[in-house]
C-alpha cells in the first residue's frame, strides 16, 4: 500500500514528496528467525514486509562458518516417531506445518555443512511463499510519532535506494554480525577471522598466535592443527566447555583439538590475558612479537623496531617469547547499532552483554515500545545460559513473540486449552516428556497452568516467558484468579559451571529429587501471580520468587519421566495437595461406594461417574480390576455370568457396614 508522505507525516531526512510504502509488520533480516516471524505472521494473516540486503535468505551462513561445518546437530533418529519430541535433538529445523521444512531431509551429517542450512533457508522461503524483499538494505530507521499509531508512532525505514517504508510494529531480526575487534598498537598486522585464509597449506610450517577462545577461534586452529610449527591462543578469560556449563555457546567438543595438544604436551597452548594490553611489534623479516603496549608506550618514538622492548628483555622465560608468523583475530560478533537514530534508543547491553541490544525479558526494546529484536540478537536474556542465541532456542521465542503481539495489537488470547482438573497430572507429564520448547529454553520458556472454577478446571498455556510472568494476565489475555502453577525445566543449582567437574562419581540422583543435577522438570504453585516487586527481588540464580510450594521430577537418564513410582506418583501427590483435592482415577464401583460413605465425590467420579461418563463396564475390565486388586470380587460369591450386578443387588447382598477402601490406598494401586 502506497500513501503520502503529507498523509503519514514527513520525517526530515526524506525528499519532498517521497511515497511511503506501509506495512503493519516490518521484520529486517531474512535469517531464520526473521524467516520464522514470517511465517506465524504469514499463518497469522497478518500485512508484514521481511526485508534482506542480500539476494537471497540466511547470507550470513552462506560465509559462516568459514570451515563450513556447523556445531548444531542434526539427530534424525531417536526410536521416536513423535515430531515434537524429535525436535528436541534437531537443532536446525524452523517450525512450520510442513513436513518437508525438516532439516534431516537437508543432511545426513550430524553436524551438517552450512550450504545445507543455505538450502533449507532458501526452500523455507520459497515453499511458505513469505513475503520477502531481497538486494533491500535498511540503512536508516528513526520514529515518526503518531497518537493513532499502535504504540504511539511508526518506525519509518529507509533503503539504500532512499524509498522509504512505514510501520507500526518493528521486529529486528538482524542476528550479530559486526566482527568484534579490539585496536592495540600493532592491530594492524592481524588477520579478522571474517578474511583469513582456510586453505590449511597456506599455514604449512608457521607459527601461528589466535586472539579468542570461542568456537570460531578452536575452529581456525582444528583447521591448521596438523600443518603449523605450534598455535598459541589468548583471551583474557579461561576456556569454557559447552559439556561442563550446559551452555550451547560455550566451546563444543568437536573443536576442541588444541586442548589436547596443549594438555599433553605437543607444543600448542593457551594463555590468559588482556587483550587491549598487548601490543605487536613487526621486525625486519616480517616476524610478529608480542610485546605490551606499557614497553611501547615508553619507548622513544624516534628510535627504530629494534629498540622497542620486549617482555623477555626482562624476563627470558616470557611465554610469548617466540616470534609468529601470523597473528589472527576470533573475537565473535556484535550487534549492528549503527542504521538506528537516536530517537529508537537502542542501546547496547552492560558487561559481556554489550554486544547485543537491551531489551526486555519480553523481547521487546527497553527504549521505544513496539519494537521487538529476535533470534541471536536478542540473546542477552539467557546469554550464557539458555538457547535464545540459537535456532533450536529462538524458533521458540520468536512464536512467543507472535503470541504476545497477537494479544496486544489483535485481541487474540494466548493459545490455551481448558481441561478437567482430573487430567492435570497427564498434561503435566506429557509435555515434559515431548515438549521441545520446554526442553531447549530452560529456565526461560514455561507452561503456566491456571486453575478455574475452585480448582475443578484447569487453562494451560504453553512456553511462556518466565520473565513476565507478573504481566501474564495483559500480555496473555488470560486471568489467573484462583492460583497457578508454573512448568519449567532446570539443572541443578550448582551443578554447571566453567569450573564444575559434572563427571564426578555419584553426580545421579535416584532418589532426592531435589537435588537433580542434570535438566528435570520443576513445577512451581502461586496461590496468586507473582507481582513486579517479587520478580525483582526473587533469590539469585531463581527463574522465579519463592512459591508457595515446589516440586522437582528426578532426574532421569533416558529424560523420559513416565516412571509410575519414581515420576507420576511424587508428581500427582505434590499436585493433590496444593489443591486439596483427590486426583486418582475410580472405577464406577468405587465411585458408587464412596457415593454411600462419604460427603463429597473426588473430582473423578464428580465429572464422570456423577455425569454418567467414563468407561463402559463389561466382564473382561471387571475381571481386570479383581485380579489387579482394584476391585473386590463381589461375583465369585454372589453372581456368575456377563451381566454385572445392579448397584440395589449389591445393597442387598452387602448389606452390613461397607469396609474401608485399603486396597485403594497402597501405593501401587493408586497408580
Not at 625486519?284 to 611501547?296: C, E, P, V
Not at 488470560?478 to 519449567?488: D, H, I, K, S
Not at 532426592?512 to 522438570?521: D, V
Not at 456377563?642 to 501401587?668: A, F, I, M
Request: proline letters at 5%.
Amino acid at each position: 500500500r502506497f500513501l503520502g508522505a503529507a498523509a503519514l507525516g514527513l520525517p526530515k531526512f526524506a525528499a519532498p514528496g517521497a511515497a511511503f510504502i506501509y506495512h503493519d509488520y516490518c521484520v529486517l533480516g531474512a535469517g531464520p528467525s526473521g524467516l520464522q516471524a514470517a511465517y506465524f505472521l504469514q499463518r497469522a494473516g497478518r500485512d508484514y514486509l521481511v526485508f534482506e540486503r542480500s539476494h537471497a535468505p540466511g547470507s550470513f551462513f552462506a560465509i559462516y562458518p568459514r570451515h563450513r561445518k556447523l556445531i548444531s546437530i542434526n539427530k534424525r533418529y531417536t526410536g521416536k516417531a513423535n515430531g515434537e519430541f524429535n525436535l528436541r535433538h534437531d537443532w536446525n529445523s524452523l517450525l512450520s506445518h510442513d513436513p518437508r521444512l525438516l532439516f534431516r531431509r537437508y543432511s545426513r551429517q550430524f553436524f551438517p555443512h552450512a550450504d545445507a542450512m543455505v538450502r533449507y533457508l532458501e526452500d523455507f522461503a520459497a515453499l511458505l511463499e513469505l513475503r520477502v524483499q531481497y538486494d533491500t538494505a535498511i540503512v536508516h530507521v528513526t520514529l515518526d510519532k503518531d497518537p493513532q499509531a499502535w504504540n504511539g508512532h511508526y518506525f519509518v525505514l529507509t533503503d539504500q535506494n532512499r524509498q522509504h517504508y512505514k510501520c507500526s510494529v518493528l521486529l529486528v531480526a538482524t542476528g550479530t554480525w559486526v566482527p568484534n575487534v579490539v585496536n592495540f598498537p600493532g592491530s594492524e598486522y592481524v588477520e579478522g577471522y571474517e578474511t583469513v585464509s582456510i586453505n590449511p597449506e597456506d599455514f604449512a610450517g608457521q607459527t601461528v598466535l589466535i586472539l579468542g577462545r570461542g568456537n570460531s577461534a578452536f575452529e581456525t586452529a582444528e583447521n591448521i592443527l596438523g600443518v603449523t610449527n605450534f598455535i598459541h591462543m589468548v583471551s583474557r578469560s579461561r576456556v569454557r566447555l559447552s559439556w561442563a556449563t550446559h551452555y550451547v555457546g560455550d566451546l563444543r567438543a568437536i573443536n576442541n583439538g588444541l586442548l589436547d595438544t596443549y594438555q599433553l604436551k605437543s607444543l600448542d597452548g593457551l594463555l590468559e590475558g588482556d587483550l587491549e594490553d598487548l601490543a605487536i611489534v613487526k621486525d625486519k623479516k616480517g616476524k610478529l612479537h608480542i610485546t605490551l603496549r606499557f614497553y611501547l608506550e615508553n619507548r622513544n618514538t624516534s628510535a627504530g623496531v629494534d629498540s622497542v622492548t620486549l617482555p623477555q628483555d626482562e624476563l627470558d622465560n616470557f611465554a610469548t617469547r617466540a616470534p609468529y608468523d601470523r597473528v589472527i583475530r576470533c573475537l565473535g560478533w556484535k550487534f549492528d547499532f549503527s542504521i538506528y537514530n537516536r530517537s529508537l534508543r537502542m542501546m547496547p547491553g552492560r558487561g559481556n552483554k554489550n554486544k547485543y541490544p537491551q531489551i526486555k525479558p519480553s523481547y521487546e526494546s527497553r527504549g521505544t515500545r513496539g519494537l521487538f529484536v529476535l533470534g541471536t540478537a536478542s540473546h542477552s536474556i539467557d546469554f550464557r545460559k539458555s538457547a535464545g542465541g540459537f535456532i533450536h532456542g529462538f524458533r521458540y521465542t520468536t512464536r512467543a513473540v507472535h503470541r504476545l503481539l497477537e494479544n496486544r495489537h489483535h485481541g487474540v488470547p494466548w493459545p490455551s486449552a481448558l481441561r478437567p482438573v482430573t487430567q492435570l497430572t497427564t498434561a503435566i507429564i506429557k509435555r515434559v516428556n515431548e515438549a521441545s520448547g520446554l526442553y531447549q529454553m530452560f529456565g526461560v520458556l514455561a507452561d503456566v497452568v491456571l486453575l478455574r472454577e475452585n480448582a475443578t478446571a484447569f487453562e494451560y498455556l504453553e512456553e511462556y516467558p518466565v520473565g513476565i510472568l507478573a504481566e501474564l494476565e495483559t500480555q496473555t489475555g488470560r486471568n489467573a484468579p484462583e492460583g497457578l502453577f508454573v512448568v519449567l525445566m532446570e539443572y541443578g543449582r550448582n551443578f554447571s559451571g566453567a569450573d564444575k567437574d559434572v563427571f564426578y562419581y555419584n553426580r545421579a540422583v535416584g532418589e532426592h529429587a531435589w537435588q537433580s543435577n542434570f535438566l528435570h522438570p520443576v513445577i512451581y504453585y502461586y496461590k496468586r501471580l507473582p507481582t513486579e516487586r517479587e520478580m525483582k527481588l526473587r533469590p539469585p540464580d531463581w527463574p522465579l520468587p519463592r512459591p508457595a510450594a515446589i516440586h522437582h521430577i528426578v532426574e532421569d537418564f533416558l529424560t523420559d519421566w513416565t516412571a509410575p513410582n519414581a515420576h507420576i506418583l511424587p508428581l500427582r501427590r505434590f499436585l493433590e495437595n496444593c489443591l486439596g483435592t483427590d486426583l486418582r482415577s475410580f472405577f464406577a464401583e468405587s465411585c458408587f461406594l464412596f457415593a454411600l460413605t462419604r460427603q463429597k465425590l473426588p473430582p473423578f467420579c464428580q465429572q464422570g461417574y456423577a455425569r454418567t461418563q467414563g468407561l463402559a463396564g463389561s466382564e473382561r475390565l471387571r475381571r481386570h480390576a479383581v485380579a489387579a486388586g482394584l476391585l473386590e470380587d463381589f461375583a465369585a460369591a454372589d453372581f456368575s455370568g456377563d451381566e454385572l450386578p445392579s448397584g440395589d443387588q449389591l445393597l442387598k447382598d452387602h448389606g452390613g457396614p461397607v469396609r474401608p477402601l485399603q486396597h485403594l490406598l497402597n501405593t501401587k494401586d493408586e497408580l
